[in-house]
């Protein structure tokens, strides 16, 4: 399913009006910036690094964007202006015996302005996000939690896994 053809406005009752849309490709450099200020915040600071993940992440975000492969929703004031978003990646991923899926859904680029937090907006989409991927009979979802994200993820339900990583480079 590719929902992002459509541009459907759906208003979540919040303390303001904010209402959350689904993205398009038009929205490519507000996608790179939550990704690039989500990245910022959590310590990667190097401005030369930053730029090179937005440069990889641009073709990569819009390509899913193109293909249905990449979902994302995006919150606006009344101004229409863009004050958080976050996205969902579906990939190929061996069945396992918790999950037998072959495609996995991992939720990036969770992102709100500042001035926008501690409203409800990011848990907001992650409802959001969380029902898509149900509606799409995923049989679990994928995340990286910050240390700023992890108590709203843990609220809703995410669970840390045995996960390994050895880095290459
Ligand atoms: C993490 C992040 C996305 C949360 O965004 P947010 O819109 O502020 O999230 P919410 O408002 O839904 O929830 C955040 C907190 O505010 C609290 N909150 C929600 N509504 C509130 C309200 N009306 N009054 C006071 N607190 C409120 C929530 O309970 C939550 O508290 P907790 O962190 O102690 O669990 C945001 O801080 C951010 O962009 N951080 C930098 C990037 C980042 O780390 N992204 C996540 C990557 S995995």
Redesign the pocket.
């Known amino acids: 399913m590719n929902n992002m053809e459509s541009d459907e406005r759906k208003t979540v009752t919040?303390?303001e009006n904010i209402t959350i849309r689904t993205a398009t490709p038009a929205d490519i450099k507000i996608l790179m910036h939550?990704r690039r200020?989500?990245?910022f915040?959590?310590g990667y600071t190097d401005e030369a690094v930053l730029a090179g993940m937005e440069a990889t992440s641009e073709p990569f975000f819009l390509k899913g964007l193109a293909n249905g492969s990449f979902h994302a929703w995006l919150?606006e004031n009344s101004s229409q202006q863009v004050v958080?978003g976050?996205g969902v990646i579906v990939f190929d991923y061996p069945p396992s015996a918790r999950d037998s899926s072959p495609k996995r859904p991992i939720?990036?680029?969770?992102?709100?302005?500042?001035e926008?937090?501690?409203?409800?907006?990011?848990?907001?989409?992650?409802e959001m996000m969380i029902e898509w991927c149900r509606a799409q009979n995923f049989g679990s979802i994928m995340?990286?939690?910050?240390?700023?994200?992890?108590?709203?993820?843990?609220?809703l339900g995410f669970q840390q896994t045995n996960e390994m990583r050895l880095m290459l480079r």
């Open positions: 919040l303390s939550h200020r989500m990245f915040e959590m919150a958080a976050g939720i990036v680029n969770v992102y709100t302005e500042p926008y937090r501690r409203r409800g907006i990011a848990r907001k989409l992650m995340l990286h939690a910050s240390d700023e994200g992890r108590r709203l993820y843990e609220s």
